[in-house]
């Protein structure tokens, strides 16, 4: 599957439809649910899950589904793409 940059104009409205479901997650999880972070920690080397959280709300919440649906749409950059952006700085 080719990356959101290189995809032609219809995949890209089919891919938009993850930018919807992040709005219609957001109302969900700001009125009826909870939307966990939860904290997990390394010991000696593995990863094993807590019973502690985060539940996340407002401007933090809606960054998260849209980087959700960004991650959904394979929307990313290559690292030649970030380095041009870097150098024109």
């Known amino acids: 599957m080719k990356r959101f ?7 890209k ?3 938009y439809r993850w930018y919807l479901l992040a709005i219609i997650q957001w109302i969900w999880y700001s009125t009826i649910s909870k939307f966990k972070v ?6 000696d080397g593995e990863l ?3 019973d502690r959280y985060e539940v ?5 919440l809606w960054k998260l589904l849209i980087s959700l649906a960004q991650y959904n749409m394979k929307w990313y950059h ?7 952006e870097i150098n024109s700085w």
Do not use: P
């Not at 940059?5 to 995949?11: D, G, I, S, T, W």
């Not at 939860?38 to 010991?43: R, T, V």
């Open 56 to 60: 996340q709300k407002g401007k933090e």
């Open 5 to 11: 940059q290189e995809a032609n104009k219809l995949v």
């Open 13 to 15: 409205i089919w891919r």
């Open 38 to 43: 939860y904290d997990d920690d390394i010991e």
């Open 48 to 50: 094993f899950h807590t």
């Open 78 to 84: 290559t690292h030649e793409e970030i380095l041009n």
